[in-house]
């Protein structure tokens, strides 16, 4: 197999896989938790999820027979800060004990500090809304800061944008709301408190990396006039690039996350022949390497912090691994300075509004017996994770 590699990767690129508290952990107690009762597409609820609480052991292990040196996971808030300003060491404790696993294993953790889900403290006290939000984020991420060791590349928040719009403009997420102006100040007091997060994480930590995993999207205007060109570019700018604007000298790396190409403006819809995943989303890898060129321009090293698919047949997920790994590669060529990438997910979990139904795993999930069994496709990604490269 080694002979056959025609895209080797750089030295030292972090090879991984990713998952969040809410959607593995099982037994939270947060915002989502609360409303999910009625809510999701197929009727289930977080629940014990993959109980990945308890195997997290095993779950790094499985991380590290994909031959991964790099594992990105999140540490849920709600269990570190139950109430207000009262931190749980038990909670603490077991993330040291995630985190101590990884680099047993020789695997690089890249932690998340907030992935979509809040104490139900903070929520009550209006969440984002609340002007005093980053200040109060800013406080639990300084108890990480000055308590947990191991960590050299922190994300603050997963997908900023697509939270504040989820949860705040379209309404489709807790809690809910459906105001421009709300969603406004979200966005604001999450520029803040990413800010104010870095410089809190530095102040501890000068050496770490500190970034956001933007969901950043391949935007194409339906046709050529002009009006659909220019949705298209404030479309890019307002997804791909506000975030990154807005924070500028406040990220050591630009995180992306990529999973949507979108037909941008007025008119009839051109037919394509892109494959669609289980979700009905068209798999497009050029689209990453259109995103990765156009982060080239931020000067600042690059992870793909997320990148898959739901597939529960596993039908399209190796050549969806293989031909997403060719851009990046070609990405990598062009000039960009990318670090890393790291498959969605290492396994099965809960897809938030949608439950449990969509399988983005290279590892399957039993729910009821909670035990995991690779997928064919996952072979495919071991063997180019160990030749750092394909
Ligand atoms: C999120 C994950 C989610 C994945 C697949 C990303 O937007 O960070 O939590 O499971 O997409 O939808």
């Known amino acids: ?13 972090l090879w991984g896989t990713a998952t969040s508290a809410h959607q593995t952990e ?6 989502w938790s609360i409303w ?29 027979k994909l031959n991964n040196n790099a594992y990105r996971f999140s540490i849920e808030w709600s269990r570190i ?14 993330y040291q004990a995630v985190i101590n696993e990884c680099l047993k294993q020789k695997i690089e953790p890249v932690v998340t500090i907030h992935h979509f889900t809040h104490p139900l403290w ?16 800013n406080n639990y991420v300084l108890y990480l800061a000055q308590n947990i060791t191991g960590v050299k590349i922190w994300c603050t928040i997963n997908e900023p944008m697509l939270y504040a719009w989820n949860a705040y403009g379209r309404g489709k997420w807790p809690p809910q709301k459906k105001n421009l102006g709300t969603w406004q100040q979200v966005l604001n007091n999450l520029i803040k408190a990413h800010c104010l997060a870095y410089q809190t994480l530095h102040l501890i930590n000068k050496k770490c990396l500190v970034g956001i995993a933007n969901n950043s999207q391949y935007f194409k205007p339906i046709n050529n006039n002009w009006l659909n060109k220019e949705i298209n570019k404030i479309a890019k700018y307002i ?11 406040y990220e050591d790396y630009i995180g992306i996350n990529y999973y949507f190409y979108k037909l941008i403006g007025l008119g009839r819809r051109p037919p394509d022949n892109l494959l669609r995943n289980d979700l009905g989303w068209p798999i497009n890898p050029y689209g990453l390497y259109d995103v990765l060129i156009s982060a080239k321009k931020y000067n600042l090293p690059i992870y793909i912090l997320e990148n898959g698919i739901a597939d529960s047949q596993d039908k399209y997920r190796a050549n ?29 979990n809960f897809e938030w509004d949608k439950g449990f139904v969509p399988r983005f795993g290279l590892y399957t999930v039993d729910y009821p017996s909670l035990k995991r069994k690779p997928r064919p496709s996952s072979k495919i990604y071991a063997t180019i994770c160990k030749n750092n490269g394909l």
């Open 26 to 31: 099982g037994n939270n107690l947060n915002d």
């Open 239 to 249: 997804i791909n690039d506000y975030f990154f604007k807005k924070t500028a000298g």
């Open 320 to 348: 969806f691994i293989i031909e997403h790994l060719k851009m990046v590669y070609q990405a990598i060529q062009n000039g960009c300075n990318i670090k890393g990438y790291f498959y969605w997910s290492l396994l099965d």
């Open 1 to 13: 197999m080694t002979s056959q590699i025609s895209c080797h990767f750089p030295k030292g690129f």
């Open 36 to 64: 999910e009762p009625g809510k999701t597409v197929d009727g289930s609820v977080s629940g014990i999820a993959c109980d990945s609480y308890h195997h997290f052991r095993e779950d790094i292990g499985l991380a590290k």
């Open 81 to 94: 800060e139950p109430r207000q300003g009262q931190f749980n060491t038990k909670a603490l404790r077991h």
């Open 122 to 137: 903070f929520s009550a006290i209006g969440g984002w809304e609340n002007q005093a939000a980053p200040q109060i984020f």
